[in-house]
């Protein structure tokens, strides 16, 4: 089959929905985020890419403290409303209940099953973002979405999204174990 070449922005990998938690101007703002990434193994380091006009991005620069919150699927649409519109015109403060780990600046929302807050490490300014790389200081769940310790993706219910259809999708079934599937090809080599 013959491959074309599609426009360079329209990408079309889903990303984990998750909800940007920072302090903007002294009050708490939330901002829906999905360019995200795990950077480094130890320590934990995730790697987050936001708008230099965003009042979060402000927010970051000031802090360098931010939270990372995964919603399940029956947050949609207050979801999307923190990405629809900006903390700088907008008091999104009151979305949510939240609670504080460590960190004075790092926000987490109580009804997200998954929550971590993070500390900058390293700063990246690119044409029209900034890659912020920041240390993961710790993790929050509840034994209801856990198993034997471990986030279970059938209880959290997260969601991802799609572009360029702008599409919020739940997660499937389970399709294959990794690191483990592609042994029925052949046994591993040493
Ligand atoms: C589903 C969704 C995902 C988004 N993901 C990102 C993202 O990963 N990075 C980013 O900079 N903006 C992203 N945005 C845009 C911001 O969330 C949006 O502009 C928001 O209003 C900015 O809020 P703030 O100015 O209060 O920070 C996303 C918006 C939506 C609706």
Redesign the pocket.
């Known amino acids: 089959m013959e491959k074309v070449t599609i426009e360079k922005a329209l990408f079309c990998l889903p ?1 984990t ?1 998750t909800i ?1 938690g ?1 302090h ?1 101007e002294g009050r708490v ?8 990434t795990r950077v480094n193994y130890q320590p934990p380091m995730l790697g ?4 230099k ?5 402000i ?1 970051i620069h000031d802090t360098e403290e931010f939270s990372v919150n995964v919603p399940s699927t029956d947050m949609v649409e207050i ?2 409303y ?7 015109r ?1 008091d ?1 403060s009151g979305l949510f209940e939240v609670f504080y780990g460590e960190l004075k600046a790092a926000p987490m929302i109580k009804t997200c099953p998954l929550t971590m807050e993070c500390k900058v490490a390293q700063v990246i300014e690119l044409p029209t ?1 900034t890659f912020f790389i920041s240390e993961i200081i710790n993790i929050y769940s509840e034994d209801q979405f856990l198993t034997d310790g471990k986030p279970d993706v059938k209880k959290i219910k997260p969601f991802v ?1 799609t572009m360029p259809d ?1 599409r ?1 999708w739940s997660i499937g079934e389970c399709i294959g174990k990794a690191w483990n599937a592609g042994k029925t090809i052949h046994a591993p080599l040493k």
């Open positions: 990303w929905q940007l920072t903007y703002n939330f901002m829906a985020l999905d360019w995200l987050i890419c936001v708008n006009v965003h009042a979060s991005n927010a979801t999307d923190t990405g629809l519109v900006s903390g700088k907008v999104k973002n999204l702008n919020f």
